[in-house]
């Protein structure tokens, strides 16, 4: 099974997360494996840190719910919340199979959030500027929730675009980059 996980700053955190950051990549590094893709989400400037992204097959919620609370950062305070949703690779592979790279032009994470249960969504047929695309799903996996996306864009109404004019509750659109060490 496939999860998104996304822990989001508590404010003030920078200094305990930037003291916690080899014990983070460390942490990790144990799920090397098992990573589709992860990274640092950022405020609109692009430079203040929002949260963290990290998208792995791990196998049941109980150990997606552990991989997330037994983060050092977690147990430390550092994040205000963590979202862990039930989510599907529809690409079929990872952030370093991307062909663009990890590093180079901007990138975004991209949450279209649902209207309402069991709406549906659409893959988008051009797909090289995506580094990571899936449903968020319930936890039976079984109801559309909205969707999360990676993607290189050249700005942030470009990335935006990668969810089609659909019908979306909310939508949000952050900086990214390729995380980790791997």
Request: charged fraction near 25%; aromatic fraction near 12%.
């Amino acid at each position: 099974m496939e999860f998104f996980v996304y822990h989001r700053d508590r404010v003030g955190s920078l200094a305990l997360r930037q003291a916690l950051l080899e014990d983070h990549w460390s942490y990790m590094d144990g799920f090397a494996a098992e990573l589709i893709a992860r990274g640092p989400v950022f405020e609109a400037d692009g430079e203040s840190l929002r949260g963290s992204v990290h998208i792995a097959e791990l196998p049941d919620p109980a150990a997606a719910w552990a991989f997330a609370c037994e983060e050092p950062g977690y147990q430390a305070g550092a994040y205000r919340d963590v979202m862990v949703r039930r989510w599907r690779n529809e690409l079929g592979r990872t952030m370093w199979d991307f062909a663009g790279g990890l590093t180079g032009e901007d990138r975004y994470l991209v949450l279209g959030l649902g209207p309402e249960a069991g709406a549906r969504y659409a893959v988008p047929a051009e797909r090289e500027e995506l580094l990571a695309f899936g449903p968020l799903l319930s936890d039976d996996g079984e109801t559309w929730l909205g969707t999360a996306a990676l993607v290189r864009a050249p700005d942030a109404e470009a990335a935006r675009g990668v969810l089609g004019a659909g019908p979306w509750a909310q939508v949000e659109v952050y900086p990214w980059e390729c995380g980790g060490r791997r």
